[in-house]
């Protein structure tokens, strides 16, 4: 990419978007193509193609996506496969048919199985049963890391798919019924201790692994791979290191300054047990995160601590 093409951010407001815009900013780059959903539906295949053909993006990153926690998946799955297919199917091809470069597709951890040898290394994709409460939404991830291969093979397009592990910064969602469990967690510790309460409750029985990376390291990690890798497969991007829900939990605590107890709730689904990337691939094309999770989580608590959620 030189700083002059014209790259299309989809999802340019998301957490994962808008941190790949503030990465390539801080690098120079300065031909954007910027729509909000309002502007443009990419679940609707003529807007779509109208906007290729009249914009013809260079290069294309694919962070558009109906996203949630688990409560989320498991209510909306026709709308989190439905929406999703659309989004990728659109994009995908109407790149293909306008001669974009290069576009990277940005999927989710979610589509290894549930009980996948951890780490989780790139080949272990359909090698199992997908974890249920969010199997429309791993499916429509695979279809589009299947769909950038089969355009590869078929048509020699240069699209490429990446997996990021769990992933936390500015511009994540607080919403407590469909948010992700770090940003519901950073907000239950803020509210506790804003009303003074005696404990905080966390979902399940605070066993299960999971890895966090900073959204800001993952923008970077995509800007080095969009232009370090042209292969077919995907590259999983990760930190390499994983933490239980509890742990967290206390790390959020003490982040936050709460004095009361934490308490679990295991009526409440756990999910996968661990998910931790094995991310060799990556390091050895030459990448490594960088920003810690007490790092991170402290950046994040500091542009949060404040917000009005009432």
């Not at 009249?54 to 909306?76: C, H, M, Q, R, S």
């Not at 080949?123 to 791993?138: F, Q, S």
């Not at 800007?223 to 995907?234: Q, V």
């Not at 756990?270 to 989580?297: F, Q």
């Amino acid at each position: 990419m030189n700083v002059n093409d014209k790259i299309y951010i989809a999802g340019h407001r998301g957490m994962v978007g808008s941190a790949i815009l503030r990465a390539l900013k801080d690098k120079g780059y300065t031909n954007f193509l910027l729509r909000t959903s309002t502007e443009l539906d990419l679940r609707n295949q003529q807007e779509v193609a109208d906007f290729f053909a009249k914009e013809k993006p260079d290069y294309v990153f694919l962070a558009a996506a109906k996203v949630g926690g688990i409560i989320a998946n498991n209510t909306y799955r026709a709308d989190f496969i439905y929406e999703n297919l659309m989004i990728q199917n659109n994009v995908i091809h109407q790149a293909y048919l306008n001669g974009v470069k290069k576009l990277m597709f940005l999927g989710s951890s979610c589509i290894y199985p549930k009980l996948a040898p951890q780490p989780l290394k790139e080949e272990y994709l359909l090698t199992g049963i997908l974890e249920p409460t969010n199997e429309p939404y791993a499916i429509a991830k695979i279809a589009g890391i299947k769909m950038c291969d089969a355009y590869r093979n078929q048509y020699g397009c240069n699209f490429i798919s990446v997996m990021p592990t769990n992933l936390y910064g500015p511009n994540d969602n607080y919403d407590l019924t469909n948010s992700h469990v770090l940003p519901a967690m950073l907000r239950k510790f803020i509210m506790a201790k804003r009303n003074g309460d005696a404990s905080v409750t966390i979902w399940g029985t605070g066993s299960p692994k999971r890895e966090f990376l900073h959204a800001d390291d993952l923008a970077e990690a995509c800007l080095f791979l969009m232009k370090n890798y042209n292969e077919s497969g995907l590259v999983n991007i990760g930190i390499g290191d994983d933490i239980s829900i509890l742990d967290l939990a206390y790390l959020v605590k003490k982040t936050v300054g709460f004095e009361g107890e934490i308490l679990t709730d295991p009526t409440k689904p756990d999910g996968t047990p661990r998910k931790l990337m094995d991310v060799s691939k990556l390091n050895g094309l030459g990448w490594k995160a960088k920003i810690t999770l007490e790092e991170g989580i402290q950046k994040v608590y500091e542009e949060i601590k404040n917000q009005d959620w009432r």
